[in-house]
């Protein structure tokens, strides 16, 4: 399965952020947590720790110089099926923007506590 990163028109501007914690909605993860490991925006997609893993089974020599063995490996996630967990509150969340002293910031839609600042460099 080859995932190509491309722009699609009308990609969706996401709220989500490297470092978050959230809530896959679809799939065969649905209802699990955990935390974004990245984010491809212009694809719409984001990788989560720990879920959506498949195996690699990769031979020797094969695609490098790696050893034989099964691999795992996260597989991106429409950002879509994805939705933001409230650290305070503990449930899936909208966020909303709120504008403060410091400019927009990302808010809990439920109790409006500040979302963590998104880290620097994805
Ligand atoms: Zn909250």
Redesign the pocket.
């Known amino acids: 399965m080859a995932i190509v990163l491309v722009a699609r028109p009308g990609a969706l501007k996401t709220k989500i952020v490297k470092g978050d914690m959230v809530m896959i909605r679809r799939g065969k993860e649905k209802g699990k947590r955990g935390t974004v490991k990245a984010v491809f925006p212009k694809a719409g997609l984001a990788t989560v720790e720990g879920l959506n893993v498949v195996k690699r089974h990769s031979k020797q020599g094969f695609g490098g110089a790696k050893s034989a063995g099964i691999y795992e490996k996260e597989s991106p996630v429409p950002i879509s099926a994805l939705q933001y967990v409230?650290a305070?509150?503990d449930i899936p969340?909208r966020i909303k923007y709120k504008t403060g002293p410091q400019g927009k910031q990302r808010v809990?839609g439920?109790?409006a506590?500040p979302a963590p600042e998104p880290l620097k460099g994805r």
Do not use: A, L, S
């Open positions: 409230c305070k509150c969340v809990c439920h109790c506590e």
